[in-house]
């Protein structure tokens, strides 16, 4: 028996790939799927399961695609509905996988459909626990995310996620590994561990939704505490899950195709489509097409692209590092953004050797920052998260969370300068670019953010460690 956890960082996201003799299965594939064509061609195996664990909303998954590829059935659990050819198992239903056998642990709660999948290993042992977004290393999946489709409340959700984990996954084997679906980083959570695998008893010690003496009234308190909004391209996700969506063979032709400036220039302005830049913070603030985005690829760039770009059907241009092209449209497409409609041909060199108008945002450092922190005309906004800017923070700062700036434009002056910084630029980079699109011209950006500040005479408040 083999057991492969194929983890995305960007995405914060873990699929599964298992196998034993000659069959294998795939729990959560992403979107693309030659990952495990590859994999099972290499091990000369049949993919003969495709299980998902419940409707995703923070990506697009591959099952679908898969599906065709493999002739393999989608396997979900009890009261998923899908608008596609899938079979719907029954609470403690088995699955063969070679000398393994994969049990459905139906456990409500993060949605009414969410499912885990114990693994038992050729001995007829317990081995490990597949448990999606119904509980992950340090945390639990939220409850908030169904709300509509259940006709549930967020408490009632919860109540029902407390009895999945009582009556599921507590009465396991403390030996069973725990192989969740997310890990730090994930929206769909809020305390996840940087560890991506653990184990039950492990869990039972130091997750706090597992604790002994925790009551079914306290948890719902302490698992809905401190919830922020979901991001906005997270029910369209969900829709193209549960409905179906495009081939990525068919997202990927029509994103990877090269535009020569004067042709990329036309359809910019033609198509209403945003142009959005990947290339890194420290490249793009030194020169831009005006009116572009930038999030770079070497951040944590689809979830930033579902937080900030409203519309999931938007077409989209992109500039890329020369060769990054296909990863971009990739990676876009695993969020669910199908619509990329070219490239830049040649990356932004080949703009400016065709002397095209560029802008630029403009940096200080932070002690620049520092000689004109008492300037009553200075407008300094941290756009780090809530929790980093309660820990420590630049006393005068105004608090805008990135994931939410597209709401607070008109918490921006147009006639004072706006100095902007999140820990260490890349954000704030991210900021800014949105900043100059809507007409914001004066953007300083601060190199190094919060972590340079700190070097400094600026007065903060008081470190929380």
């Known amino acids: 028996m083999k057991v492969e956890q194929i983890y995305t960082g960007c995405l914060a996201q873990g699929a599964y790939y298992i196998v034993s003799g000659d069959q294998a299965a795939i729990i959560d594939p992403l979107r693309e799927t030659k990952p495990y064509l590859d994999r099972a061609a290499k091990d000369g195996v049949k993919i003969k399961y495709i299980f998902e664990t419940h409707f995703h909303a923070d990506f697009v998954s591959g099952h679908i695609d898969l599906a065709k590829a493999t002739g393999a059935p989608i396997v979900y659990g009890p009261t998923a509905d899908p608008k596609f050819s899938a079979y719907i198992a029954q609470d403690g239903e088995q699955f063969t996988i070679g000398d393994c056998m994969l049990t459905v642990l139906h456990t409500p709660g993060h949605t009414l459909e969410s499912s885990c999948f114990l693994l038992t290993d050729e001995e007829h042992k317990d081995y490990a626990l597949f448990t999606g977004d119904t509980l992950f290393i340090g945390d639990v999946g939220r409850p908030d995310l169904a709300q509509k489709a259940a006709h549930m409340t967020q408490e009632e959700l919860a109540g029902l996620l407390y009895e999945s984990l009582q009556k599921k996954i507590i009465p396991l084997s403390d030996n069973v590994l725990v192989y969740p679906a997310h890990g730090a980083g994930s929206a769909c959570g809020k305390h996840m561990s940087k560890e991506t695998i653990s184990t039950i008893g492990n869990q039972k010690k130091t997750n706090y939704a597992l604790r002994a003496d925790l009551t079914k009234e306290k948890f719902i308190e302490e698992v809905i505490e401190g919830l922020l909004p979901p991001p906005n391209y997270f029910p369209m996700n969900v829709k193209m899950n549960k409905e179906g969506y495009d081939a990525i063979d068919q997202v990927l032709k029509r994103g990877i195709h090269p535009l020569p400036v004067n042709d990329f220039e036309a359809s910019a302005n033609n198509t209403n489509a945003l142009i959005l830049d990947t290339r890194s913070p420290e490249i793009f603030v030194k020169g831009f097409i005006p009116n572009s985005i930038n999030i770079g690829m070497d951040g944590s760039f689809a979830p930033w692209v ?120 890349y954000r704030s980079t991210i900021a800014a670019s949105i900043l100059k699109s809507r007409g914001f011209d004066n953007v300083i950006n601060i190199d190094g953010g919060f972590n340079e500040i700190k070097k400094t005479q600026i007065p903060t408040t008081a470190s929380i460690s």
């Open 306 to 425: 579902g937080a900030l770009i409203p519309d999931i059907k938007q077409k989209i241009l992109l500039v890329t590092m020369p060769g990054k092209e296909e990863e971009a449209v990739t990676r876009l497409a695993r969020v669910g953004y199908d619509h990329v409609i070219g490239y830049l041909k040649g990356g932004f060199q080949s703009w400016l050797d065709n002397k095209k108008e560029i802008d630029m945002i403009e940096s200080a450092s932070a002690s620049t920052l520092a000689g004109i922190i008492n300037d009553q005309s200075l407008q300094l906004v941290d756009v780090r998260k809530p929790d980093e800017f309660g820990t420590e923070h630049v006393s005068m700062a105004q608090n805008i969370p990135l994931d939410f700036i597209n709401d607070h434009m008109v918490d921006f002056s147009l006639s004072k300068p706006i100095y902007i910084h999140c820990a260490g630029g």
